[in-house]
């Protein structure tokens, strides 16, 4: 009896370690795999951040930009030795730089023709929120393409974009309405098309618009006359700055 009772203690106690090795397996086991999907799970989240921002980096940085631009990136009209420097800020989707446009465009063309006034349009892309098809961004990019391949119809073009400007909150015109109303401007030049399709330059438009941000503008439209920002847009008050300009530099 003592000896079959020792030889069923031993049994016993084989049976529990052999249960005890088997469990620590299965813990060891259980961790191995729960390491694996850790760094696999963070690999995987790694890897998307940076193809993001890899994406971004890309997009801000591509250096595809249209020729002829003027300073800070922006599009001149008028002599470079014009006295009077008026630098305006604006969004093909913003209704408030539309108002400006019709309420000052004779007025400026007339500086301009004179030799008094150089204008340095800085067109950005705030307002892609304000449409649901990105409008800011496209129509941004094809007054690059416009200013790239066919300047002297930059300012019809720009122009037509503010006279036929979509409604806010609802889809911008089509690329191929950019592309007509850029032939209507005199801009012919297929590589203009494949650039609207294409969004050669939204890289750029990014860009630009970034770096208006960081330069402090806030809104649209934002316009300075010699560097002084405007706090009244309508014609009387730009008129009143550009005369004030012309009187000190004269």
Not at 11 to 32: C, G, I, M, P, Y
């Amino acid at each position: 009896m003592a000896g079959r009772e020792s030889i069923g203690d031993r049994a016993a106690k084989v049976a529990q370690l052999r249960s005890r090795q088997a469990k620590a397996e299965a813990r060891r086991r259980t961790l191995l795999v729960s390491g694996i999907v850790v760094v696999l799970v963070a690999v995987i989240v790694g890897s998307f951040v940076l193809v993001q921002n890899t994406r971004r980096g890309e997009a801000v940085a591509d250096t595809a930009a249209p020729a002829n631009l003027g300073p800070s990136n922006s599009i001149t009209q008028g002599d470079d030795d014009a006295p009077v420097k008026v630098v305006v800020y604006e969004d093909f989707q913003c209704p408030y730089c539309a108002e400006f446009e019709a309420a000052n465009r004779e007025q400026l063309t007339a500086y301009v023709d004179r030799g008094d006034v150089q204008v340095q349009y800085r067109p950005i892309a705030f307002l892609d929120r304000a449409s649901t098809d990105q409008y800011s961004t496209r129509a941004l990019n094809a007054a690059a393409a416009v200013f790239d391949r066919a300047p002297e119809s930059f300012v019809d073009f720009h122009n037509l974009l503010f006279d036929n400007q979509p409604t806010e909150g609802g889809a911008g015109l089509s690329n191929e309405q950019l592309i007509d109303y850029a032939a209507e401007a005199g801009a012919t030049e297929p590589e203009i098309a494949s650039a609207v399709r294409d969004l050669t330059y939204e890289g750029w438009t990014a860009r630009i618009t970034e770096q208006a941000s960081k330069e402090g503008i806030s809104g649209t439209p934002t316009v300075q006359v010699n560097g002084t920002s405007l706090e009244s847009l309508d014609a009387i008050s730009l008129k009143t700055a550009v005369d004030e300009a012309l009187t000190q530099d004269g």
